[in-house]
Nanobody, 124 residues
Framework: QVRLVESGGGSVQAGGSLRLSCAAS????????MGWFRQSLGKEREGVAT???????SYADSVKGRFIISQDNAKNTLYLQMNSLKPEDTAMYYC??????????????????WGQGTQVTVSS
């Protein structure tokens, strides 16, 4: 079965960096779009960064220039490098699997498998 396991979250001061990882299993990883999403208390889940099955990427305006999404198809692993972190980046971060041979999308509704999440806390 499809399984997504995030890791790499933690607490960091503003301006710091973290690298999230998402280990995928149970399906042909390279054939699917993938995405990183986040949700903070009282807010809806939002798309942060996504990558299509062909490698194209898209970012939320709030993280452009600071976050980088990448993947290692040989390891079936998705990454999110987060630099210049801000307190408003504090949230639970989730990776998710999108559609077969799909393009990138920042819409949570277009993703059907989700990991359990990893918490990122940025202090000022």
């Amino acid at each position: 079965q499809v399984r997504l396991v995030e890791s790499g979250g933690g607490s960091v001061q503003a301006g710091g960096s973290l690298r999230l990882s998402c280990a995928a299993s149970g399906y042909a990883y390279s054939r699917y779009s993938m995405g990183w999403f986040r949700q903070s208390l009282g807010k809806e889940r939002e798309g942060v960064a996504t990558i299509g099955s062909e490698g194209s990427t898209s970012y939320a305006d709030s993280v452009k220039g600071r976050f980088i999404i990448s993947q290692d198809n040989a390891k079936n692993t998705l990454y999110l490098q987060m630099n210049s972190l801000k307190p408003e980046d504090t949230a639970m971060y989730y990776c998710a699997r999108g559609s077969f041979l799909g393009r990138w999308s920042l819409r949570p509704g277009e993703y059907n498998y989700w990991g359990q999440g990893t918490q990122v806390t940025v202090s000022s």
